[in-house]
């Protein structure tokens, strides 16, 4: 009788596993469909973002104009 209670046990314990994988997978394909195609989420602030991205590119451009400014000036 206690081979039978343990035998049960060990069905309910795969028929309950599964049972999550069922769940996990359907979560997952429904994460799949919504997936856009990017590695990273989507930012909290990207106004921010983009004022930095901004700032960087003005930055670059500037030094380009500097440099290029000094470099005529040599000659």
């Known amino acids: ?9 060990r069905f309910e314990r795969a028929s309950q596993t599964s049972g999550v994988e069922r769940v ?3 979560s997952t394909d429904a994460a ?3 997936d856009d195609g990017f590695d ?5 602030h990207p106004g921010r973002e983009l004022l ?3 700032l960087f590119i003005l930055l ?3 030094l380009l104009a500097w440099g290029g400014w000094k ?4 000659i």
């Open 1 to 9: 009788m206690a081979h039978t209670a343990i035998s049960t046990s």
């Open 32 to 34: 799949r469909e919504s």
């Open 52 to 54: 930095t991205f901004s």
């Open 71 to 74: 470099l005529v000036s040599l």
């Open 40 to 44: 990273f989420p989507p930012t909290a």
């Open 24 to 26: 996990s997978q359907s």
């Open 60 to 62: 670059i451009i500037t």
